[in-house]
């Protein structure tokens, strides 16, 4: 019952990986998506960032305006360091709780958590930290072609998170995420097999 960490940065193809992975087989924990929950209406997590940044980062249905509080935080370290401080243990809480869930209904499953964002304090409750990789530019160039991100809004993006060098530092494996899909869906069948126990 391996517990496996798969993270990689913006635009990275970690997606891709954890989607095939589920297709094999894996329990998959999206942690972007259990950030979405965190900062519902009523959620503690939203209340806590609107007490931090203000009603500006509220739609008028009183749900988080994500495109605003990024305008704010992906320029500013120490905002950004307030959110994450915020959303953080929340989503650290509910990721606990699916990983039980999932080791629950299988003892032996193989339970991938999708995290974008992974540091050497948290490395250790992990079985292996697999790291989709692809170089800045590459990212970049995604970004803008594929989310329609402006060129300067890419780099902003990738310039607030971890680098290249200290995310393949805490790496187990990498999946070189930098050419096509079919390379990239046969390195993660390769690290499937690697991975059952």
Known sequence: MPLIALTGGI???KSTIAARLAELGAAVVDAD???REVV???EPALRAIQDAFGDAVLRED???DRAALGRIVFSDPQRRHVLNGIVHPAVLHRSHAAFDA???RDR???VVYDVPLIDARGVGEFDRIVVADAPADVRIERLVGLRGMTEEDARARVAAQLSDEDRRALATDLVD???????TLAQTDALWSRLRP
């Open 33 to 35: 998506a259990l950030a």
């Open 62 to 64: 009183g749900s988080l």
């Open 177 to 183: 995420t930098s050419g096509s899909l079919e390379r």
């Open 11 to 13: 635009a990275s193809g």
């Open 40 to 42: 519902e209406p009523g």
């Open 102 to 104: 999932a080791f629950k």
């Open 108 to 110: 032996g499953a193989v």
